[in-house]
């Protein structure tokens, strides 16, 4: 890799971070980012960012090191059991025999192909080994163990292979797995709803021409990149069933729709659930049909009579209404609140950055508050495979390296501080991240959960702390600003995304006062959807 003049590298010093920005680079460019380390516990920090590639089909290879058969079991050192060390989430595994001392040169032997000396017969083995997993990435993990016995080096570079010897046929492309899908036609029926998972911008293009079409309600989540509705209407407002929800794309983060579809079980409502990736997600376990396809043509594939002017404009209205009343309260406020910074973020990212969104608190209020005013999606990113707070910088940093555009990092300072050390991930980045920290120096999510009223709350779930990051900031030699109002908060981010430079902003909140603003608007909700 070091002397292929082609390859884009991303060095860090720990390999959890490192692991999380490669899936970064598969979630932004749709190619493997391809994970390279030492044998023993370097493996396992992986482990983190393969079950996230896995729960959602990012491209992800890992290339790891490993000792030879003949040393597992004596105690030699580094060497642990790496065979299927991350069990049956790889797409692909492949345990590669330790390369053997023979000549690059042409066989004199008279040995047949694919003997110990026969050099090509090595060469065919492991060009079509790695076409294979080259291939099988494209939809989630693949794993190459690789086994070495000292020493490690060639002595003269000379000895390597070169592309010459490579037979091209070898890297013949057989395909994709698209080949041989069924040929998906989808009716609907009745009155439509689509509800839009995560997605590409391309994706969430079509789905919204898919809405045109049937003339139906779309609700998006804020990792589709597109928002023309909320999914927290259903937790709020009175509205007319559909008689078919169509979901198209990945995950959907709203608690409150999983609550509210619930509800719709046994009322003969179709679900259809259509897939890029073919990974099932129906948490509610309800009756539905789950279609892999591509979402590029969704106006071929999808065909019905278009819903009523009745059941659009109910679900209009209730997304209009629900939205005056987030933009009454966080536009001008000047009080910070975690509401009103994802309000502001939502609205003011540039239309052609990146947009990464931590777990937690922070996707919740994004999705909550978001009010962005365009139907043109825009690349959002999240890892809500595994919904871990952990490798968040990490993958931020692959994602901005990837697509080769500016990122704005939103995430709390617990996920923050479980990341600290891909800073050093963003100080060397060639495109600026802005980092929103957000700090309520706790788990606040917890404060809206019944547990909030137990006498361990405090110490066992909040798990509050001391820490701020100015000083990290500067060990690794970042920008770092201090933001104490909604002012403040426009100023130095707009400033940011002028400059293009990277910058960690931390924003201290209050827990009780976001909980008062999050009541607060909740209750002028409920209100304006009991007088119609």
Same mark, same amino acid.
């Given at each position: ?14 390999? /959890?971070g ?6 970064? @680079?598969? /979630? ?13 516990t ?24 490993? /000792? ?20 049956? @989430?790889?797409e ?45 990435? %494209? *939809? ?31 890297? #013949? ?14 009716e ?8 839009? +998972? ?30 023309? +509705? ?10 007319? #069933? ?24 046994? %009322? ?39 819903t ?13 209404? /629900?939205d005056?009343?987030?933009e ?12 009103a ?49 952990? +490798? ?61 009223e ?16 100015k000083?990290?900031a500067?060990?690794? +030699?970042?920008? *770092? ?11 130095? *981010? ?18 009780? @006062? ?8 909740r ?6 959807? #009991?007088?119609g």
């Amino acid at each position: 890799m070091a002397r292929h003049g082609k390859v884009k590298i991303i060095q860090h010093f720990d390999e /959890r971070g490192l692991a999380f920005a490669a899936l970064g @680079y598969g /979630r932004s460019t749709g190619k493997a980012g391809v994970f390279v380390c030492t044998s023993g516990t370097a493996v396992a920090n992986a482990f983190p960012a393969v079950i996230e590639a896995a729960t959602e089909g990012v491209p992800l290879l890992l290339f790891t090191a490993d /000792r030879p058969d003949e040393l597992r079991g004596t105690g030699a050192n580094q060497t642990i059991e790496q065979r299927n060390i991350f069990g049956d @989430y790889p797409e692909m595994f492949r345990h590669m025999p330790a390369p053997e001392d023979v000549s690059v040169h042409t066989n004199s032997k008279g040995d047949p192909p694919g003997s110990t000396n026969d050099f090509a017969g090595h060469l065919t083995f492991l060009v079509k080994t790695l076409h294979e997993c080259f291939g099988a990435s %494209r *939809y989630g993990p693949v794993h190459l163990n690789w086994m070495f016995r000292e020493p490690f080096t060639v002595e003269q570079e000379n000895e390597l292979p070169t592309p010459e010897m490579i037979d091209s046929s070898l890297l #013949k492309d057989e395909g994709d797995k698209s080949t041989g899908k069924e040929s998906i036609r989808i009716e609907t029926v009745g009155e439509t709803l689509i509800a839009l +998972g995560s997605c590409t911008p391309d994706e969430a293009t079509e789905a919204l021409k898919l809405s045109k079409k049937l003339h139906c309600p779309l609700l998006a989540d804020v990792t589709s990149g597109l928002r023309v +509705g909320s999914f927290e209407l259903p937790a709020d407002f009175s509205l007319p #069933k559909p008689d078919t929800i169509l979901h198209v794309g990945g995950r959907i983060t709203s608690k409150s729709w999983h609550q509210w579809t619930e509800t719709l079980r046994d %009322r003969d409502v179709l679900f259809v659930h259509l897939t890029p990736t073919g990974r099932v997600v129906n948490p509610n376990r309800l009756d539905q049909m789950t279609h892999q396809t591509t979402l590029d043509n969704l106006v071929d594939i999808v065909d019905g009579e278009p819903t009523s002017d009745q059941f659009l404009q109910a679900w209009h209205d209730a997304g209009r209404g /629900r939205d005056r009343v987030v933009e009454k309260n966080l536009v001008d406020t000047e009080r910070l609140s975690e509401p009103a910074i994802a309000h502001f973020l939502c609205r003011n990212c540039p239309e052609t950055d990146n947009f990464f969104i931590g777990n937690s608190m922070p996707i919740r209020d994004l999705d909550w508050y978001g009010t962005r005013k365009s139907d043109d999606p825009r690349p959002v990113f999240a890892n809500r495979g595994a919904s871990g707070i952990d +490798g968040l910088l990490a993958t931020a940093t692959g994602v901005a390296i990837g697509s080769g555009s500016p990122t704005t990092v939103m995430l709390g300072d617990l996920s923050a501080l479980h990341d600290l050390n891909s800073l050093a991930l963003i100080a060397k980045s060639p495109w600026p991240l802005i980092v929103v920290i957000i700090n309520n120096q706790s788990g606040h999510i917890f404060d809206l959960l019944p547990v909030r009223e137990s006498s361990h709350f405090e110490q066992f779930f909040a798990t509050p702390h001391a820490f701020h990051f100015k000083d990290a900031a500067a060990m690794f +030699g970042i920008p *770092y600003q201090r933001v104490t109002s909604m002012s403040g908060l426009r100023g130095a *981010y707009n400033a940011a995304v002028d400059e293009r430079k990277s910058v960690v902003m931390e924003i201290v909140t209050d827990r009780t @006062y976001n909980t008062e603003v999050r009541q607060l608007i909740r209750k002028e909700i409920l209100r304006c959807s #009991k007088q119609g």
